[in-house]
């Protein structure tokens, strides 16, 4: 009996170190997990199946964060300048539909043609990948360089330091990491908190 409730305490022990480290998600210099999930044209999209990609700018974002509408059209010029030189953007909504019915997958397409995403627009449907890489607001943004057949987290963080007025930005976080890999460097700043709403 001793032994019973030394392994059962044993496997309490470890599933809450096993939980505590899934909560923390990612930090920078760690392999993050590829994913397949529904694209709003119905695709499955992974990272992996990204042709001629250096990188990925993965962006945890939803339809119904002010936030988020704040960042749509930057987010929109950041694929095109980007994605062409191998650091395509793709797009997470990580949010529980029956808690935000704005994000609905239904809502995801409308919102995707009205703005004119050019990149993915992902549905987690069961909030696994936003849990693996610790993804806690909207926008949340992982930027990842390949190497080789794995992704490495460069960055996490903020898309840039002013939200409200794009005019007013001084600190450009997302571009100045892409920047730094493009020259073979890591970026100066690879860490920034993230500014945004909640995962629901």
């Not at 809450?16 to 920078?28: D, I, N, Q």
């Not at 936030?67 to 062409?84: A, G």
């Not at 794009?166 to 860490?191: C, H, M």
Request: charged share 30%; aromatic share 10%.
């Amino acid at each position: 009996l001793k032994k019973m409730k030394k392994l059962v305490l044993s496997a309490v022990v470890l599933l809450f170190a096993v939980s505590l480290m899934m909560a923390e998600g990612y930090k920078v210099g760690d392999k993050a997990t590829d994913f397949k999930l529904k694209n709003v044209d119905g695709k499955m999209i992974s990272m992996s199946e990204l042709d001629e990609a250096y990188g990925v700018i993965l962006i945890f974002t939803c339809n119904h964060c002010p936030y988020s509408k704040m960042y749509e059209d930057r987010i929109i010029e950041l694929d095109k300048k980007y994605k062409f030189n191998g650091y395509p953007v793709v797009a997470i909504n990580p949010n529980d539909p029956v808690k935000q019915p704005e994000d609905s997958y239904e809502n995801m397409i409308a919102r995707a043609d009205e703005k004119g995403f050019t990149f993915p627009y992902l549905i987690d449907e069961d909030q696994q990948i936003a849990k693996a890489y610790g993804a806690t607001r909207t926008p949340h943004v992982f930027v990842l360089k390949k190497e080789g057949n794995d992704f490495i987290v460069k960055y996490i963080g903020a898309i840039d330091d002013n939200a409200n007025e794009p005019g007013q930005v001084q600190e450009k976080f997302v571009e100045n990491a892409v920047q730094s890999l493009f020259k073979g460097e890591d970026p100066k700043t690879s860490y920034t908190k993230a500014i945004g709403c909640s995962i629901k």
